[in-house]
C-alpha cells in the first residue's frame, strides 16, 4: 500500500468521525472540509473549514488516539491522503524537539476540544 494516495470526496460526504481509530491524515488539493465535533446532546459545533492547502486529521497521528473531531466535504474535495508510514518519513525531515511540540499541541488541542463539549452541555 502506498504511503500517499488521492482521494476524491462529493460535497456531504463524511471523510472520518469523531472517535474513528485511524492511521492516516489529509492535505487538501481543492475544496473545502468542514471539521467539527458534536457536544454532549448532540449538537454539531464547527471547528474549522478548511481549505486548500490545509491538513487535518494529523492529530489521531500525533497522539495515536482516536479523532477528536468529525471532517466533512462542504464541496467536492480532493485530497492526498498520508498514512502513518508517510508520516513518519515526514517526520524524519523534522527536528526532534518539533516533533515533540507538534504532540504537545496535538494533546492541549483535543484538551481545548472537551472543554468545549462541556461548556456547550451546559447551555
Known amino acids: 500500500m502506498s504511503s ?21 491524515f489529509f492535505i487538501i488539493e481543492s475544496g473545502e472540509v468542514s471539521i467539527f465535533m458534536k457536544d454532549k446532546k448532540g ?7 478548511l481549505s486548500p492547502g490545509e491538513t487535518f486529521g494529523e492529530f489521531a497521528l500525533i497522539d495515536k ?7 466533512q466535504a462542504v464541496s467536492d474535495v ?4 498520508i498514512s502513518a508510514e508517510g ?6 525531515d ?11 499541541f496535538s ?5 481545548m476540544n472537551t472543554a468545549l463539549k462541556e461548556i456547550s452541555a451546559e447551555k
Open 4 to 24: 500517499i494516495t488521492k482521494e476524491t470526496f462529493k460535497a456531504g460526504d463524511f471523510i472520518f468521525f469523531e472517535g474513528d481509530i485511524e492511521a492516516h
Open 43 to 49: 449538537a454539531k459545533i464547527e471547528v474549522a473549514k
Open 65 to 71: 488516539g482516536a479523532r477528536s473531531a468529525s471532517a
Open 78 to 81: 480532493k485530497a492526498m491522503k
Open 87 to 92: 508520516y513518519e518519513l515526514m517526520l524524519n
Open 94 to 104: 523534522l527536528p526532534l524537539w518539533a516533533a515533540s511540540m507538534l504532540k504537545s
Open 107 to 111: 494533546t492541549r488541542l483535543k484538551q
